[in-house]
């Protein structure tokens, strides 16, 4: 089993910056990737960026640019340092682990961008 616990959201204004961390409960040196996802009021869960464990990265074409994805194995972390924000980054952002054909969430971490 795995616990995640998101923490870094907030309030920001357009063009501002957050870093969203992402604490697992165990070793994530064991975990093939590791992913963020968010959720906007209304529609669907989103990829929103993924790390693997050999260190290649993928975005979402919406994030491309301006998110940047990490993952600190010593400390059990993913990161998700989010520059350039646009309202349309508002959503719950959830972090994402893949383990034994099982899919666990953290608690989501809301992010909210002002016009």
């Known amino acids: 089993q795995v616990q995640l616990v998101e923490s870094g959201g907030g309030l920001v204004q357009a063009g501002g910056s957050l870093r969203l961390s992402c604490a697992a409960s165990r070793s994530i040196s064991m975990f093939n990737a590791m992913g963020w996802y968010r959720q906007a009021p209304g529609k669907q869960r989103e990829l929103v960026a993924r790390v693997h464990s050999v260190g290649s990265t993928n975005y979402a074409d919406s994030v491309k640019g301006r998110f940047t994805i990490s993952r600190d194995n010593a400390k059990n972390t993913v990161y998700l340092q989010m520059n350039s924000l646009k309202p349309e980054d508002t959503a719950v952002y959830y972090c994402?682990?893949?383990?034994?054909?099982?899919?666990?969430w953290g608690q989501g971490t809301q992010v909210t961008v002002s016009s």
């Open positions: 994402n682990v893949n383990y034994v054909r099982y899919d666990y």
